[in-house]
């Protein structure tokens, strides 16, 4: 009696290894660990590959670890493919959250007449009653919420109400006081969810103009 046996192939196994989480435009690194492949008669190290679909690994796309920066929020699926020496795969599936950032906001600046008024000793900038100035500084956020981060003024804090907002990464605002004395100015970066920035802060002086009679 002669009997054929065939003998099957067994897929090879592994698991998944990585953090829960990571911030947006953060470096992680998923690993590829516990890999066996019992059935295998190639040599140590060269049983199972490891590929990373969809991910641009800096470690390379056939290593057992890959190592990739998310640039955009939310949860990701992470997939692994192990290879082993017959053809045959197994596939592992993970989740990843990418985390919001806040924003960053540049020192404020202001220009007169397309120049940049330069602070005195004390930091304080200079300028009359009534003539206009520009406000400007720069956000700065992740690729997926510089479209949509808002820039926050407050030209002075003695008036709770006076706000402007702007929204992009650069904010240039057309300002001027008319009420002579020192005013503090701040400003920040507000993303889409809610994340802000720490305040800047500035100081500027405003000259009391005397008036003017015309007509005598």
Excluded: Y
């Excluded at 890999?35 to 990373?52: C, K, L």
């Excluded at 692994?80 to 020496?85: C, G, K, N, Y």
């Excluded at 994340?195 to 802060?201: I, R, T």
């Amino acid at each position: 009696l002669v009997v054929d046996v065939v003998v099957l192939n067994r897929a090879p196994t592994f698991n998944l290894t990585h953090p829960e989480s990571v911030e947006v435009e953060s470096p992680i690194t998923v690993e590829a660990v516990d890999i066996e492949d019992i059935d295998t008669s190639s040599p140590s190290g060269q049983q199972v590959t490891i590929t990373w679909p969809g991910l641009e690994c800096n470690e390379g796309i056939t290593q057992p670890t890959c190592t990739f920066t998310p640039m955009f929020e939310g949860p990701i699926n992470i997939t692994a493919v192990a290879t082993d020496d017959d053809g045959d795969t197994t596939i592992i599936s993970s989740e990843v959250m990418v985390l919001n950032i806040p924003p960053t906001i540049s020192a404020p600046t202001l220009t007169k007449g397309g120049q940049e008024i330069l602070p005195d000793e004390n930091g304080t900038w200079h300028i009359d009653e009534d003539e206009v100035g520009v406000l400007k500084a720069t956000a700065s956020d992740s690729q997926n919420d510089e479209g949509t981060v808002i820039v926050q003024w407050h030209p002075s804090l003695a008036d709770e109400n006076w706000t402007i907002n702007s929204i992009g990464v650069s904010s240039q605002e057309l300002v001027s006081w008319n009420t002579s004395g020192e005013h503090i100015i701040q400003v920040r970066a507000i993303d889409a969810d809610g994340a802000a920035s720490d305040v800047q802060q500035a100081t500027v002086m405003v000259h009391n103009v005397p008036p003017t009679v015309e007509g005598l």
